[in-house]
């Protein structure tokens, strides 16, 4: 399943497989023990429950494929997930690597408070044929709950204040706010999932498993290929070809163990660290790079430490990347497309990991795979790969900046630079190797805006030769945000903003007209109440403004590039 080319660094590598081995690090994650990572079990004895999800979860199959059915039944034709971060990575990785099966419902991911794409959006739906899955672990996602606001009062518009109950879904923790939300508004069915699985954990869990029920996805086949792998790898209530042999399934053939020990000990040295960890994908899997990156980038993010996953950049010439890279490429079996590019890499000394996959179901395999080597990296690292403490940073400045505007119904000043091509070079001259540079697009996504954003990000890397990101925001606050605060400061980050052409307002009440702010103020208050906590956490941020026109903005930085 793994092969590896590691050159100089598979010494490390293997010295650090076999402290795994002797320290019973997997047997000792497998039986909950938080002194793997720390002394305190806060946020720790309570975030393992992801473990084992995938058996629990078949119970549940049933449950799901019934409402499936009755929806189908019903004459529903749509799914809209409402959702941030861990709610929304795993669903956007079904409905885009498998698509609806035929008769059943296509799923669509709002992730956005850009105000234009929810207009487009909404304007574009059979509402009397669409349900909308409200998900949110903590019940009270303040992203989650304006669309929740603004799509109940387009449902009661199209089918009376009776029926909207009936369209509405909800996933979310036992106790928690939308729970209650949802016996107020009579919402068709609430799934309350584990409490002790963290969003990014749970693709397996409800949050993942509703929309995938949805879309027609075979549930069984996807949880038996994840319980397979837990069992060959280490769990020790399941028959494997490891599994109970004394050390956990911590032999150099268990793959979580060697991709944990490879992600940990290159991030850390000693030497160069490698921790722009660099996935590339087979078409087709490009979703899966997404949900990565926040498991990646949230749970290894903090105390100074961190490994920087690069999503989405294309493959570049060897002489473009500095020596901090370690590249990962997952691939179906047969595709070979980008072999060549990734032997150059191998013969210029830079450590590549291949990861195959027999066909789509296997990402029941990777989804166990990576959760149990993020949880063995953040060994390595000595971090908590399950708390996010940098995250809060950026709402509480995003609600001081909503608290401003309640106040004197206008955003708090703060200047912006203008989009011209001297001021993004002159910033960005302050790169040096290991250095990253994060595009955080306060935008509407488009095909457009994403090939200009993919094109700068490709000139930034060949010109500095740096590591790149790219985000949508809000997007990407649920999903590297707590990086960029938490790791070392190696991040230079370029925010951009526009000036949207129509706003739409987030009703006070769902199911009430008063509304007093709307989704272009909300994603204003999010771009501004970020760079304060980036500038909080003396990162190097600026902001450039692109105004009504992006794409004319985005060429003009781009052709800066270049020169």
């Not at 992203?143 to 199209?158: D, G, M, P, Q």
């Not at 939300?181 to 009579?186: D, I, S």
């Not at 053939?253 to 991709?259: D, E, F, M, R, Y």
Request: contains cysteine; charged residues 25%; negative net charge.
């Amino acid at each position: 399943m793994l092969e590896m080319e590691l050159g100089k660094y598979g010494q490390s590598v293997d010295a650090a497989v076999q402290r795994l081995k002797a320290e019973g690090v997997i047997r000792r994650i497998w039986s909950h023990d938080h002194t793997v990572w720390k002394s305190d079990p806060t946020e720790i004895s309570n975030r393992l429950g992801w473990l084992r999800v995938a058996e629990t979860s078949r119970q549940n199959i049933g449950r799901l494929t019934g409402l499936a059915d009755q929806l189908r039944a019903a004459g529903y034709r749509q799914s809209v997930l409402l959702g941030m971060g861990g709610s929304s990575l795993a669903p956007e990785v079904f409905s885009r690597t498998f698509g609806p099966a035929e008769g059943y419902l296509a799923l669509a991911v709002i992730d956005s408070t850009d105000p234009e794409l929810i207009l487009s959006f909404s304007e574009g739906l059979d509402l009397q044929k669409t349900l909308f899955i409200v998900s949110t672990k903590s019940g009270g996602t303040v992203e989650t709950l304006s669309f929740f606001k603004y799509f109940y009062n387009r449902i009661v518009e199209a089918v009376g204040l009776d029926r909207a109950g009936e369209h509405f879904v909800a996933i979310t923790d036992p106790g928690s706010k939308l729970a209650d939300l949802a016996r107020e508004y009579k919402f068709r069915e609430t799934f309350l999932n584990d409490p002790d699985i963290g969003g990014r954990y749970s693709a397996l869990s409800y949050f993942g498993l509703v929309p995938a029920a949805l879309l027609g996805i075979d549930l069984a086949k996807l949880l038996e290929r994840a319980i397979a792998a837990a069992g060959n790898w280490g769990s020790p209530d399941r028959t494997g070809e490891n599994a109970g042999k004394g050390d956990g399934g911590e032999a150099a053939t268990n793959p979580c163990a060697v991709l944990g020990a490879v992600l940990g000990a290159l991030a850390t040295g000693p030497g160069e660290r490698r921790d722009k960890l660099t996935i590339c994908t087979s078409p087709g899997l490009e979703s899966f790079g997404d949900w990565v990156e926040q498991l990646i980038a949230e749970s290894t993010g903090k105390e100074g430490r961190g490994i920087v996953p690069v999503i989405g950049e294309p493959l570049g010439n060897p002489e473009v990347y500095g020596s901090d890279r370690l590249f990962v490429h997952l691939r179906l079996t047969g595709d070979d497309a980008k072999d060549g590019r990734l032997k150059a890499l191998e013969a210029m000394g830079h450590p590549v990991v291949r990861i195959d996959l027999w066909d789509r179901y296997d990402m029941g395999v990777q989804f166990f795979l990576w959760e149990m080597a993020t949880a063995v990296a953040g060994y390595f690292l000595q971090i908590n790969p399950f708390d996010q403490p940098n995250v809060e940073s950026a709402k509480v400045r995003a609600r001081e900046m909503m608290n401003a505007y309640a106040r004197s119904g206008a955003l708090p000043d703060d200047q912006a630079e203008a989009a011209e091509g001297k001021v993004l070079t002159r910033f960005l001259s302050q790169a040096v190797p290991g250095d990253y540079v994060a595009l955080q697009a306060y935008l509407k996504p488009t095909e457009g805006t994403t090939t200009l954003l993919q094109q700068l990000r490709t000139g930034i890397r060949d010109r500095y030769r740096v590591a790149t990101t790219v985000g949508y925001g809000p997007r990407f606050l649920h999903s590297t945000g707590q990086l960029h605060k938490g790791d070392g400061g190696a991040g230079l980050f370029v925010q951009f903003t526009d000036t949207p052409n129509r706003d739409a307002p987030i009703p006070d009440t769902a199911g009430k007209e008063p509304s007093a702010t709307s989704f272009g103020v909300l994603k204003m208050a999010q771009a501004l109440g970020d760079k304060q906590a980036l500038s909080d956490n003396h990162r190097r941020v600026i902001r450039i403004h692109l105004g009504s026109d992006v794409p004319a903005g985005l060429k003009r930085l781009l052709s800066s590039i270049g020169e």
